[in-house]
């Protein structure tokens, strides 16, 4: 921590804490990255090239057809399972700290706000976006054209998803307890966004002749969760109500609030011992 005293901008000081934290999860980043690339070449690149020999009956391999969608929200879908795991593990850690050598740690010259945003950024934003680049990269190296092939939508709504969900789970360890994080981990990643959907779809079809959940509650399922809805959606489960980039900008205020106040309450409110 010598070191740490000599600092004296707060970008210097954070970007020094949020090293000390990846340090420890270097190896688990790269093992999942790779494992999330070896999915989305799989998948996608295959697919990509079906279509590119199908529509080169027609015109040209690398032509102005449109953009792929096809499996890329399954293997965005699988590659978010995975990187949520790193999350979780991210925000246990965070918990475990906060229980126990936060103090020291802010007791150097690292101030709450720099602290807490480099548990953001390592919990919430550095694994959605090495999610999005585990689609890229194998793309970029297999052929850059291939880039310029997919549609962005589903990237987008996975990204800005992960962003919110990821960033409930800086929230959950600020209870201090590895425990807690761990079920509101799995709760909003397997539980919140698939069995809700399903559940309320069968409760309504049972009990409501067929029909659809009503509007207001498709439409914060879709806001809440805007690509798992844009997945499920176009798998038949139910009709969506919102354009998923229109359901996708009230993801992004409630984004903005939940890392806002999280931010907030950390450096205003939150006791540490």
Known sequence: MLRLKRL???????????????????????FVAFLAAIINAYLVIPSILNQIVASSTYSSPFGTSGPYTGTISISLTLAHLIFSLVSISLAAS????????SLFHLSQPLRRIEYSISWLLSIAWLPSLLMALSLFVPLATFDPRLVLRVSFQPIYLRLV??????SIFCWAA???????????????????PYL???LMSLIFYVFYQGTNPPTLLLAAYE????????????????QGVLDPMKASIGTLIIL?????????YFIRKFEVK
């Open 256 to 264: 903005a609030l939940t890392q806002g106040t999280y931010l907030i």
């Open 196 to 198: 809700t959907m399903v």
């Open 223 to 238: 806001v809440l969760f805007p690509s798992t809805a844009s997945t499920l959606f176009m798998g038949g489960i139910a």
């Open 161 to 166: 998803e992960d962003l919110l969900t990821f």
């Open 174 to 192: 600020l209870s201090k307890r590895r425990g807690i994080v761990a079920f509101i981990g799995l709760f909003f990643v397997l539980i919140l």
């Open 94 to 101: 965070m918990a475990g700290e906060l229980r126990s050598t």
């Open 8 to 30: 004296k901008t707060p970008i210097t000081r954070m970007k020094l804490h949020l090293e000390f934290v990846l340090s420890r999860y270097l190896p688990l980043y790269a």
